[in-house]
C-alpha cells in the first residue's frame, strides 16, 4: 500500500474528535490537513495554548499514522480569528517520505497474515507481534514515541507501543483507541501511561502490550481486563474513554487457568512438575491476600516435592498472575515479585 492509501483504508471513528467541541475539532481538522501535507506553517482557528496543546497530542493519538509531527510553535496578529501553526518534524521532507513509504509497507506486511482471522486472534497476533519483536527503550528516543520505533527499529515506549497497536488494530478493522492515564509522583509515577482499549464484538476491554512485554516473552495479565482490574495498578484516565465492564473474556479465564479452589491449583502444579512447564495461572477465589498466596505458595511447593522438584514462583500481585516452573536442582523454592511497568 502506498501511505496515502493506508490512510485512505483506515477508516475507523476518531474517538478523542468525537469528543470536541466544534471549535477543537475545526482546529483538528485543519492541523490534520497541513501535517499531512507536510506544511511549513498553516493556519488554523484560534485556540487557547492548552487546549491547542490537547488538540494536537490527541490528533495524533486517533491518528498514529502521523508520525513525523512531534511539536510546533505558533504566531498570531491581535485582530486575526486565526493563528499560524508552525509545526516541528522529526525529520526532513525527504525522509518522511521514504518513512512513509517504509511504514506503509511494514504495516501491510504485518497485517496480510491476520486479514482472515477473527477479531480476537487478530488482538492476540498484534499483542504477540510486540511482545516477541519490541523492546523498551530506556533511552526514550524521539521516535520511540511514535509507529517508527515499534515497527521501523523494534523500540519503543508505552505511546509508541499503543499508537503501533492502535494501526495494526486500524489496518485490521479493530475498533481501538489510545487509553491515557496520569503520573501520580506520590507513588514514584513519574510519567503519563498510555495503552489501548478495543472493541471486540460489542464489548470493550482494555489492553496494555508495553505491561505485558515488560513481564517477559508473551504474558497475557493485561489482554482483555475490565475497568476493575486494570486500575489495580493503572493511575486514573485523564482523558475520556468507553467503560470496560466485561470481565468474562479476560486471557487467563477464557483459556481456563483463571482458578477459584486450591485443589485446582494444587492439581495444575503437580501436572507442571510432572511434565516440565511452566504453570501460569490467575486467581480470583477472592482477594490474594497474604495468607491466601501463603496457601497457594504451600501447595505449589508440596507438588513441587513431590515429585523431587524445586518451584520457582513469579508473582504479578495486582492482577494475582502466578507463573510456575519448576526445578530438578536442590535449592530452596524461589518467590519473585514481579512488577508490570514501562
Known sequence: LKYKELQRNIKMEPFYYNHMNKNQQAVYRAMQQGLTNLSDEFQIPRLEGKDLSNVFFELRLDHPEIFWASGFKYKY????PNLILIPEYLFDKGKIREHQKAMGARVEKLARPAMKLTELEKERYIHDFICEHVYYDKLKKPYSHE????????????????????????TLGIWCMIALCGNNPEKGIKYRH????????????????????????????????????????HEPLIAPAPACTDSDHFYYKEKKLSFTKQEDVYKRSLQ????GKTLTFHWRGGYLTKEVLRELLDLIEKAGKERQKTALIKLNWPQAVLRVRYTDEPIQPVVTMEEANE
Open 194 to 233: 498510555t495503552w489501548n482499549i478495543v472493541k471486540i464484538g460489542k464489548t470493550y476491554y482494555h489492553l496494555d502490550a508495553t505491561f505485558d512485554n515488560s513481564l517477559g516473552k508473551c504474558s497475557y495479565d493485561y489482554f482483555n481486563l475490565d475497568d476493575k482490574a486494570i486500575f489495580r495498578d
Open 77 to 80: 496578529y491581535p485582530d486575526s
Open 147 to 170: 509507529i517508527i520505533g515499534p515497527l521501523g527499529q523494534g523500540v519503543g515506549v508505552c505511546e509508541g507501543i499503543a499508537k503501533s497497536v492502535k494501526i495494526l488494530c486500524d
Open 272 to 275: 507442571a512438575a510432572k511434565k
